[in-house]
């Protein structure tokens, strides 16, 4: 049988997986809380959706 060189994977730290995942959640449900906490603020930070967007 032919061996065939195939480059080993590398492996990624378990502390950059945890890191990565704690920030994304961090941000995502700090995101909703400022929405749900703090609905008139948010609301004049980001346009109304149904509104439409003029390209003038």
Known sequence: ???TNQP???SIPYAS???FFVLTFVI???IL???IF???IMSGQ???PAT???LR
């Open 33 to 35: 809380a400022a929405y």
């Open 46 to 48: 980001m346009p109304n």
């Open 8 to 10: 080993e994977l590398a």
């Open 17 to 19: 997986i945890a890191t």
């Open 38 to 40: 703090l609905p008139e």
């Open 28 to 30: 995502a449900w700090g």
């Open 1 to 3: 049988m032919a061996q």
């Open 52 to 54: 439409p967007i003029s």
